[in-house]
């Protein structure tokens, strides 16, 4: 079942969004039958009540879901996407007191909470549907919805499954759906293309490296979307252990949420050109595997000491930044799961940002409170830059002693923007790690709907 709407029907059933706050004035206007049932079932409005109202023949003559209180619904997100799962199959129509933002917040999470992961078992989908509720945008939150169901299946879907072959081939299929142009260096062509990081990561893979390079219109500002696609990560020869590598299959989350969005802002037409560029390897070990202690030289011209082949995401977004610094966009934006000290420091649900224009950053996080889709701004400090030159070579990939992990590896990835005035870096989770309203565990994207909420500050559309 796609996530949309259901059509308006005669017999879709009136549903109540009840907050605490507002439960005990509603139930005064109600029959004393309903509030005699209400009060049998216990119903209380908390976040992921349901309950179902007979009329006076037995039939269901309307249902009733909780929102929770102010408090509750500041700890979490999507409070009516947790009564999808639990009220019965049927077309229902919402009632709430709920406008904007909020109102838009209700629908999308309705949406998303539909979403399963059935390639490999069957998922069974709540039977429950909503009507788009009056004064949203449907079209609008169907199309960021798809766009968040691409970005979970790539993710979720494993390795085996999921390499650099199928990951381009996610690219063609979504730039066909769209009239976008796509262009792919693969291999050995990376060395004569100016690609060498890219390739050193990649090489060690019977599986060819490669950078996907996505055209979209042509006219309007420019924006290039950089997105981390290492379809596994072992670790390379400074192998993981096996707890770390357990969920590696998400590696390539940055490129999976590049893709997501590059569907948002396509299917809506925003007036941009839009370019979307992924590179896709598998971190592998062969005899062909980069080692420590080597020193690659970049497609900037920069010099890389490698201290650490588990930093191989930085390597190759690097080759893919000098690329898109080249054309000088009005804006770059890079994502990847990058660092793990990016959990250590905000956890799963945050998805901690770098820019370096004021106004950049606060439209970003204005545009994340509005639509629910929190981020947090960490610093390009400059005092941290001399913790990634390790003196043998321009840049070191894997700093010594732990500390800023993730500022380093975001200084590191802005040292191959040079020409191009606005950059913005995300480091993303992509991974929910435990089922919560409308987000089932899995593959997630983060930043997305921020930036597509933004994007008309941020480029003037």
Same mark, same amino acid.
């Given at each position: 079942?796609?996530?949309?709407?259901?059509?308006?029907?005669?017999?879709?059933?009136?549903?109540?969004?009840?907050?605490?706050?507002?439960?005990?004035?509603?139930?005064?206007?109600?029959?004393?039958?309903?509030?005699?049932?209400?009060?049998?079932?216990?119903?209380?409005?908390?976040?992921?009540?349901?309950?179902?109202?007979?009329?006076?023949?037995?039939?269901?003559?309307? #249902?009733?879901?909780?929102? !929770?209180?102010?408090?509750?619904? =500041?700890? @979490? /997100?999507?409070?009516?996407? *947790?009564? &999808?799962?639990?009220?019965?199959?049927?077309?229902?129509?919402?009632?709430?007191?709920?406008?904007?933002?909020?109102?838009?917040?209700?629908?999308?999470?309705?949406?998303?909470?539909?979403?399963?992961?059935?390639?490999?078992?069957?998922?069974?989908?709540?039977?429950?549907?909503?009507?788009?509720?009056?004064?949203?945008?449907?079209?609008?939150?169907?199309?960021?919805?798809?766009?968040?169901?691409?970005?979970?299946?790539?993710?979720?879907?494993?390795?085996?499954?999921?390499?650099?072959?199928?990951?381009?081939?996610?690219?063609?299929?979504?730039?066909?759906?769209?009239?976008?142009?796509?262009?792919?260096?693969?291999?050995? #062509?990376?060395?004569?293309? !100016?690609?060498?990081?890219?390739? =050193?990561? @990649? /090489?060690?893979?019977?599986? *060819?490296? &490669?950078?996907?390079?996505?055209?979209?219109?042509?006219?309007?500002?420019?924006?290039?979307?950089?997105?981390?696609?290492?379809?596994?990560?072992?670790?390379?020869?400074?192998?993981?252990?096996?707890?770390?590598?357990?969920?590696?299959?998400?590696?390539?989350?940055?490129?999976?949420?590049?893709?997501?969005?590059?569907?948002?802002?396509?299917?809506?037409?925003?007036?941009?050109?839009?370019?979307?560029?992924?590179?896709?390897?598998?971190?592998?070990?062969?005899?062909?595997?980069?080692?420590?202690?080597?020193?690659?030289?970049?497609?900037?011209?920069?010099?890389?000491?490698?201290?650490?082949?588990?930093?191989?995401?930085?390597?190759?977004?690097?080759?893919?930044?000098?690329?898109?610094?080249?054309?000088?966009?009005?804006?770059?934006?890079?994502?990847?799961?990058?660092?793990?000290?990016?959990?250590?420091?905000?956890?799963?649900?945050?998805?901690?940002?770098?820019?370096?224009?004021?106004?950049?950053?606060?439209?970003?996080?204005?545009?994340?409170?509005?639509?629910?889709?929190?981020?947090?701004?960490?610093?390009?400090?400059?005092?941290?830059?001399?913790?990634?030159?390790?003196?043998?070579?321009?840049?070191?990939?894997?700093?010594?002693?732990?500390?800023?992990?993730?500022?380093?590896?975001?200084?590191?990835?802005?040292?191959?923007?040079?020409?191009?005035?606005?950059?913005?870096?995300?480091?993303?989770?992509?991974?929910?790690?435990?089922?919560?309203?409308?987000?089932?565990?899995?593959?997630?994207?983060?930043?997305?709907?921020?930036?597509?909420?933004?994007?008309?500050?941020?480029?003037?559309?």
């Amino acid at each position: 079942m796609p996530l949309q709407f259901a059509p308006a029907s005669d017999d879709a059933l009136p549903l109540y969004a009840l907050s605490k706050e507002t439960l005990a004035d509603w139930r005064a206007g109600q029959t004393p039958q309903a509030r005699h049932w209400l009060d049998m079932l216990e119903f209380s409005a908390g976040i992921g009540e349901v309950a179902l109202v007979p009329d006076k023949d037995g039939a269901a003559a309307f #249902a009733v879901a909780g929102l !929770g209180d102010a408090r509750a619904r =500041a700890r @979490g /997100r999507f409070a009516l996407a *947790a009564a &999808r799962t639990k009220l019965p199959a049927g077309t229902y129509v919402l009632h709430a007191e709920l406008e904007g933002d909020d109102l838009n917040e209700a629908a999308l999470g309705w949406l998303l909470a539909g979403y399963r992961y059935d390639r490999y078992a069957h998922a069974p989908r709540p039977g429950a549907r909503l009507v788009a509720p009056t004064g949203v945008d449907a079209a609008a939150l169907e199309i960021i919805a798809a766009g968040e169901a691409l970005t979970r299946d790539l993710i979720n879907t494993p390795s085996s499954d999921m390499g650099p072959s199928e990951l381009e081939t996610a690219a063609r299929q979504l730039a066909a759906d769209h009239g976008a142009k796509v262009s792919v260096t693969v291999g050995e #062509a990376l060395l004569s293309q !100016g690609f060498p990081m890219i390739h =050193a990561v @990649g /090489r060690a893979s019977p599986r *060819a490296p &490669r950078l996907i390079d996505m055209r979209w219109g042509d006219t309007g500002p420019t924006l290039t979307l950089v997105g981390k696609g290492v379809c596994f990560d072992t670790g390379g020869l400074n192998l993981k252990p096996g707890a770390s590598m357990g969920l590696m299959k998400k590696d390539m989350g940055g490129a999976a949420a590049v893709l997501g969005l590059a569907h948002m802002i396509m299917s809506l037409g925003l007036k941009l050109q839009l370019r979307v560029l992924i590179p896709a390897v598998e971190n592998a070990v062969s005899g062909a595997a980069f080692r420590p202690q080597d020193i690659l030289t970049s497609r900037k011209g920069l010099t890389v000491e490698i201290n650490n082949t588990d930093a191989e995401g930085r390597l190759v977004l690097a080759d893919a930044l000098a690329l898109a610094d080249e054309d000088c966009p009005d804006l770059i934006i890079s994502m990847a799961t990058l660092t793990g000290a990016a959990r250590v420091a905000v956890g799963p649900d945050l998805a901690p940002f770098f820019a370096g224009d004021e106004a950049d950053a606060l439209a970003v996080q204005s545009a994340a409170h509005q639509v629910a889709d929190p981020v947090w701004r960490l610093p390009f400090h400059e005092p941290y830059e001399k913790m990634i030159e390790p003196g043998v070579a321009d840049l070191d990939n894997a700093p010594k002693g732990g500390f800023a992990g993730t500022i380093t590896a975001a200084l590191f990835l802005r040292r191959f923007v040079t020409e191009s005035e606005r950059y913005m870096h995300f480091d993303i989770y992509g991974w929910q790690p435990a089922a919560l309203p409308a987000r089932p565990k899995g593959g997630m994207g983060q930043g997305t709907r921020a930036l597509l909420a933004a994007l008309p500050a941020l480029l003037e559309l």
